[in-house]
């Protein structure tokens, strides 16, 4: 069994900042490529960016220059660092892991970028 476990999300001004976070845990020594994606009301779970084990990765256009995802192996855990963050990053942020042939998914966290 696999859990995913997601904090830092919030309510944030335009052009704020935030981090979230996802520890892994359960049976996970084949844990590969991990990531985070985002689904916003009305429109389908999208990726926002991804990390393999050795630290290469991968953003979609919409967050290049703005977001950083960085893996702590050692702790199992991925973050995200969203930093300008605009009105339509309003959404909720899910965490994946790959292990063996699954992926995994957490609950989500609510991000919310509002004046």
């Known amino acids: 069994q696999v859990q995913l476990v997601e904090s830092g999300g919030g309510l944030v001004q335009p052009g704020g900042s935030l981090r979230l976070s996802c520890a892994a845990s359960g049976s996970i020594a084949n844990i590969r490529g991990m990531g985070w994606y985002r689904q916003a009301p009305g429109r389908q779970r999208e990726l926002v960016a991804v990390i393999a084990p050795g630290g290469s990765t991968t953003y979609v256009d919409f967050v290049k220059g703005r977001f950083t995802i960085s893996r702590d192996n050692a702790k199992n855990t991925v973050y995200l660092q969203m930093n300008s963050l605009k009105l339509e990053d309003t959404a909720v942020y899910y965490c994946?892991?790959?292990?063996?042939?699954?992926?995994?998914w957490g609950q989500g966290t609510q991000v919310t970028v509002s004046a």
């Open positions: 994946s892991a790959s292990i063996d042939i699954q992926t995994y």
